[in-house]
T-cell receptor, first 115, second 114 residues
Framework: ETGVTQTPRHLVMGMTNKKSLKCEQH?????MYWYKQSAKKPLELMFV???????ENNSVPSRFSPECPNSSHLFLHLHTLQPEDSALYLC??????????????FGPGTRLTVL | AQSVTQLDSQVPVFEEAPVELRCNYS??????LFWYVQYPNQGLQLLLK??????LVKGINGFEAEFNKSQTSFHLRKPSVHISDTAEYFC????????????FGTGTLLAVQP
């Protein structure tokens, strides 16, 4: 595998389900990001992790719970979601964050549908 | 507030014609500018970036962009487009700071017609 991978690519879940999105980067980066992409809206940054530590939570509802066990893996745990949470969830990575203006590399995304 | 504006939600153009996709950002002392492309069912891929130096930046697939500080713009151009350039294009700005945070525009769909 190369670059940034995300699984699953598509997910349909009910409002009472619990599911997780997985992201893995094979680039040796230290920073990872979760974005939400909704139709006709700018990409919304959700969370930033640098060296496994969360450095930004962009006022995301608690029904989204991120986890970063190491610099290569990032998870987004989902529970009791709402239909308006349906979107494309993109993961990205970069070399680092502090003092760094670095290119972010994106995965293909997980298309989430909440029924 | 920090913001990025892409006024054109869709730009139709014929194959082999030139194209310009517009991007304006809210003014700041330090800005670092990016254009990303998103093909259907894929993630975002970097086209080009401006960090410092020459204001004319060349990227992949024949695209280029010019940083204009006085007009707070970073428009993307290509002299001759191909059908394969059909995609969504996003302008993004990093205003500096500790988190390498990108502010994205709403995107422009470039629709190339034969």
């Amino acid at each position: 595998e190369t670059g940034v991978t995300q699984t699953p690519r598509h997910l349909v879940m009910g409002m009472t389900n619990k599911k997780s999105l997985k992201c893995e980067q094979h680039l040796g980066h230290n920073a990872m990001y979760w974005y939400k992409q909704s139709a006709k809206k700018p990409l919304e940054l959700m969370f930033v992790y640098n060296f496994k530590e969360q450095t930004e939570n962009n006022s995301v509802p608690s029904r989204f719970s991120p986890e970063c066990p190491n610099s290569s893996h990032l998870f987004l745990h989902l529970h009791t979601l709402q239909p308006e949470d349906s979107a494309l969830y993109l993961c990205a990575s970069s070399r680092g964050t502090s003092g760094s203006i670095g290119e972010q590399f994106f995965g293909p995304g997980t298309r989430l549908t909440v029924l | 507030a920090q913001s990025v504006t892409q006024l054109d939600s869709q730009v139709p153009v014929f194959e082999e014609a030139p194209v310009e996709l517009r991007c304006n950002y809210s003014s700041s002392v330090s800005v670092y500018l990016f254009w990303y492309v998103q093909y259907p069912n894929q993630g975002l891929q970097l086209l080009l970036k401006y960090l410092s130096g020459s204001t004319l930046v060349k990227g992949i697939n024949g695209f280029e962009a010019e940083f204009n500080k006085s007009q707070t713009s970073f428009h993307l151009r290509k002299p001759s487009v191909h059908i394969s350039d059909t995609a969504e294009y996003f302008c993004a700005v990093n205003y500096g700071g500790a988190t390498n945070k990108l502010i994205f525009g709403t995107g422009t769909l470039l629709a190339v017609q034969p």
